[in-house]
């Protein structure tokens, strides 16, 4: 079952998604939709984790890393001087 939605959009978006229908032979509202599913899912998965980190981290006796260990860590990241992560104290 599918319902309207009526929504706003500045005139060089609009031309921008009737380009992008056009060329891959699909509808706007298919496209919007979808674009608009995908949205969802990604915003919908990060709030779940962001709650999950906070009951986590909001536990008695949790552990944290604090932030000039992370920064040092993350500086030497990606070179061939790489620490392992900080652990939790």
């Known amino acids: ?5 009526t929504i706003r959009i ?5 031309e921008k998604l009737e380009h992008i229908a056009a ?5 706007k ?3 919007v939709n979808n674009a608009i599913k995908h949205f969802i ?3 919908e998965w990060q ?4 709650k999950r980190t906070v009951k986590k ?4 006796g949790a552990d944290f890393i604090g932030h000039e260990e992370v920064a040092a860590w993350l500086d030497t990241w990606g070179s061939k001087k790489e ?3 900080p652990k939790c104290k």
């Open 41 to 43: 899912e990604a915003n």
């Open 23 to 27: 060329a891959t032979a699909r509808s």
């Open 57 to 60: 981290a909001d536990q008695k």
């Open 83 to 85: 620490k392992a992560p």
């Open 47 to 50: 709030i779940q984790e962001i």
């Open 10 to 14: 500045d005139e060089q978006t609009k």
């Open 1 to 5: 079952m599918s319902t309207t939605l």
């Open 29 to 31: 509202s298919y496209l």
